[in-house]
């Protein structure tokens, strides 16, 4: 399913938050992602109504399947693409920031390719 780049961003970014402090909660991703709360508040409502998001008795967010594997993609891809641009000499900083942006355009294809050559070439 193709969402919107925005939509995969706040996926990822409680993927991220879920992974580093167990829970997450609407403050982190505002913190995390640098947004307002009520922009927050909106963009996590839209992806409860979507089926990526869940929110339990204590407003914990949680990701569904389906969000969960969109999330997964997005930062396979954006964790390979760092790897990659920093071991062809691009700077860390750059690197993230540029991942960030090629994460969510590149196809399914040229990634495969890419991972594939990254693993058999680079990975060390």
């Given at each position: ?19 580093e402090k167990g829970n997450v909660r609407a ?98």
């Amino acid at each position: 399913m193709k969402v919107r780049e925005s939509a995969e961003n706040y996926l990822e970014s409680v993927l991220i938050i879920k992974n580093e402090k167990g829970n997450v909660r609407a403050i982190d991703i505002v913190n995390h992602l640098g947004f307002s709360k009520p922009s927050v508040s909106i963009a996590l409502k839209q992806l409860e109504t979507n089926g990526f998001i869940t929110r339990d008795e204590d407003n914990h967010v949680h990701l569904t399947e389906s969000g969960l594997e969109i999330a997964s993609s997005i930062y396979e891809r954006h964790q390979l693409l760092s790897r990659f641009f920093t071991k062809i000499g691009v700077s860390e900083s750059t690197a993230m920031d540029d991942a960030c942006k090629v994460e969510h355009h590149i196809s399914q294809e040229t990634f495969e390719c890419l991972k594939d050559f990254y693993e058999k070439n680079l990975d060390s």
